[in-house]
């Protein structure tokens, strides 16, 4: 949004002096922004398939070889996945009006065959503002220092199947006018559909965020964001209607009590939740390190970073990416801890002292803040397709405390990713009995190592190998390999 104002001002004087020269206005115009009416490169629209195979020991696939794959990937010991796109992405920066969109069909093949859209979306932008439309895998415009190497996001990571969703927003941080771009902000709205139906029926997703980044060119950044997330609405086969009208959205949108039931009266209607993120970016010649922070909360009050009433929760990240060198190209650290959640206790004789905050559970959607039975937020928190019982529904195992890192790295054109995580599991506060929860103080650690190269003279097909394996009490020792042979090539261009 750079000089903002002066473009508005063009604006109206292209408008009331329809009789001058056009072109002329229009090339000033270009000359304050820097962005043209114009095309500035071709169109492409392209195809890919990638075509999977995953053998593995034990009772599941090892954690990430099907985790953060946006539930491409199966998680029982023997699968094949196809998926066939066409896309078109959008390459013209610098138009004042562009678009991009994307077409994915995912099979899956492992006891059973399933078929679904994993991407079907369209996105337009005029300018800076967006608005994007359908199935689209994106990360919910959160930072993210390195997505290939994160252990993902708190609040939304890549874990679960796009959900389908409007999302009116800005493209990514936008400058304040006349501050030179040492001063940017973003912000954001969405509504989703929560198709899954998994104990409340035709429910919806509501997140907003805003963000605001200073330091520009300067050598070191500070970005601070904040992010509100709910799911609400829909039809409880114990609550009936839990509010699908707009006076429910005004009650969601400003996390106010309200709906239908005595709890959502009492407390915020609909399943609240949130996450702040603090990051500190050092760059300079070819050198980017990002130091991260981000919290959760669940259904509390909200304060500031530094003064959250679960201040000992959160991840804590930092990553190295440079580019002199490709051997290692990335480097990355994150510890994430949710053992605490405000306490133990959310109330004492019917008082009320905030603790227990149960992070993705809920006693009204009971399907929590899954998706597809795959968490939303940090996949480290077990998803509940690994509960024993398959009509449990709810997120068994939420206080977790894990070290994670990662490297990639191109050596002579094979292009790796090596990530490790070890991970103690605590069960879950609302359990009476968390010993015997067994998932309960069981340990993880998981490895996998990918190395992909693309081979020209095999018409460009990419062929990549992964090897993981678990080693812990949690999902018992186990190794697993995966075979990936995928190719992408334009279709048209214009």
Excluded at 134 to 140: I, L, Q, S, T
Excluded at 163 to 168: H, K
Excluded at 391 to 403: F, M, P, V
Excluded at 463 to 478: C, K, M, P, R
Aim: aromatic share 14%.
């Amino acid at each position: 949004m750079r000089r903002l104002t002066l473009i508005l001002l063009q604006l109206m004087f292209v408008i009331a002096s329809m009789g001058a020269d056009r072109q002329m206005l229009l090339r000033s115009l270009e000359g304050y922004t820097g962005y043209s009416w114009q095309r500035t490169s071709a169109d492409t629209l392209k195809w890919d398939v990638a075509l999977s195979a995953v053998i593995s020991s034990g009772n599941y696939a090892p954690f990430w070889i099907h985790t953060n794959t946006r539930g491409s990937v199966s998680e029982q010991p023997f699968s094949g996945t196809i998926n066939a796109a066409i896309f078109k992405n959008e390459r013209q920066t610098k138009r004042w009006i562009d678009y991009s969109a994307a077409a994915r069909v995912t099979m899956l093949i492992d006891r059973r065959f399933r078929a679904y859209p994993q991407e079907a979306w369209a996105s337009a932008r005029l300018y800076v503002f967006r608005i994007t439309a359908g199935f689209c895998p994106d990360e919910y415009n959160i930072d993210t220092a390195d997505p290939i190497l994160t252990s993902g996001n708190l609040l939304f990571s890549r874990n679960a199947r796009p959900i389908p969703r409007i999302t009116v927003s800005t493209n990514g941080y936008i400058p304040f006018p006349f501050l030179f771009g040492y001063l940017e902000f973003k912000a954001g709205i969405t509504h989703g559909w929560m198709i899954d139906n998994v104990f409340v029926n035709h429910s919806f997703l509501h997140h907003k965020y805003i963000g605001g980044r200073i330091g520009g060119n300067l050598p070191v950044n500070i970005a601070y964001e904040f992010h509100h997330a709910a799911q609400w609405g829909g039809y409880s086969p114990l609550h009936g209607d839990l509010g699908n009208n707009f006076n429910s959205f005004k009650h969601i949108f400003f996390a106010q009590n309200g709906g239908n039931n005595p709890n959502d009266q009492m407390n915020a209607e609909g399943n609240h939740l949130g996450s702040q993120q603090l990051s500190l970016i050092a760059k300079w010649k070819g050198w980017r390190v990002t130091a991260y922070w981000q919290n959760i909360f669940e259904d509390a009050p909200v304060y500031p970073l530094w003064r959250s009433v679960n201040i000992a929760d959160g991840l804590w990240g930092l990553s190295i990416k440079q580019s002199h060198w490709p051997f290692i190209n990335g480097v990355l650290y994150e510890f994430v801890n949710t053992t605490y959640q405000s306490g133990m206790l959310h109330d004492i004789d019917g008082l009320v002292i905030g603790g227990g905050d149960s992070y993705f559970t809920n006693g009204i959607y009971r399907n929590g803040w899954n998706f597809y039975m795959h968490t939303l937020g940090t996949p480290l928190i077990t998803s509940p397709f690994y509960n024993s019982e398959p009509s449990q529904t709810q997120t068994l195992n939420n206080r977790i405390r894990a070290h994670h890192i990662g490297l990639s790295g191109d050596i002579y054109t094979f292009k790796y990713r090596l990530v490790c995580s070890h991970t103690v599991n605590y069960g879950n506060y609302n359990l009476h009995d968390i010993a015997s929860n067994r998932t309960a103080k069981n340990r993880n650690t998981a490895i996998l190592l990918s190395v992909g190269k693309t081979v020209p003279q095999a018409w460009g097909l990419n062929f990549s190998v992964t090897l993981a394996t678990d080693i812990g009490s949690q999902f018992g020792n186990n190794f697993g390999a995966m075979l990936t042979i995928s190719k992408t090539a334009d279709i048209i261009k214009w």
